[in-house]
């Protein structure tokens, strides 16, 4: 039972065009979304996170949108560079004595010069 | 420059041979995690431990085993190898109560065949 999707599992964009990657999860007591950005023979890197009480967070070219209520988050990138090239997790944190996040199934993004 | 590192980038092994996953960190973390990662299903947890002789099933424990005997070093132990379990592995830590401090080590690309 996948409890994190991303249904697309793979996206192209041209540079300079905005990248949106979507994601929907299924367990309203998830407290924090985050996304991984993992790049071929290394590991995921954390890139941006949001609380479960705000709608939006903001980090450079990357913003990351909330909507509780439809139980779907997007990650959007503006501009896109070559260099974002990446697969893309998104991931939901289970807060408490669990601790621990569960991931969602990927998107491949490509952004082609 | 904190670190987890695998033992292995690639691994080849026989159907039925028991096969050794290791990972250790050096940031002094508490809990640790394995995963693998598989196309269209993303990043899946296979156990985690919390400390050091602790361990918890994650959501895909079937076929696998782990140790944590010292607190630096986490091991995912293949007790009888079969193809399905070939797959990219990534093996995680973080501190106790922390959600963005996850860091992942690179991967071991394990094949059995």
């Known amino acids: 039972d996948q409890q994190v999707k991303q249904n697309s599992p793979s996206l192209s964009v041209q540079e300079g065009r905005i990248s949106i990657l979507n994601c929907d999860y299924t367990?309203?007591?998830?407290?924090?979304f985050l996304w991984y950005k993992k790049y071929p023979a290394e590991g995921p890197t954390f890139l941006i996170s949001?609380?479960?009480?705000?709608d939006k967070n903001e980090d450079g070219r990357f913003t990351v949108f909330l909507n509780k209520s439809a139980k779907h988050l997007s990650l959007h990138i503006v501009p896109s560079q070559p260099g974002d090239s990446a697969v893309y997790f998104c991931?939901?944190?289970?807060?408490?004595?669990?601790?621990?996040?569960?991931f969602g199934t990927g998107t491949l993004l490509a952004v082609q010069p | 420059d904190v670190k987890v590192t695998q033992s292995s980038r690639y691994l080849v092994k026989r159907t039925g041979e028991k096969v050794f996953l290791e990972c250790v960190q050096d940031?002094?973390?508490?809990?640790m995690f394995w995963y693998r990662q598989d196309p269209g299903l993303g990043l899946r947890l296979i156990y985690f431990?919390?400390?050091?002789?602790?361990?918890e099933k994650g959501d895909i424990p079937e076929g696998y085993s782990v140790s944590r005997e010292k607190k630096e070093r986490f091991s995912l132990i293949l007790e009888s190898a079969s193809t399905n379990q070939t797959s990219m592995y990534l093996c995680?830590?973080?501190?106790?109560?922390?959600?963005?401090?996850?860091?992942f080590g690179s991967g071991t690309r394990l094949t059995v065949v």
């Open positions: 949001i609380s479960s009480i705000k």
């Open positions: 991931a939901a944190y289970y807060g408490g004595a669990t601790n621990k996040l569960i």
């Open positions: 940031m002094d973390h508490e809990n």
């Open positions: 431990s919390y400390d050091v002789k602790m361990k």
């Open positions: 367990n309203s007591m998830f407290d924090y």
């Open positions: 995680a830590s973080k501190r106790q109560g922390d959600i963005y401090g996850y860091t």
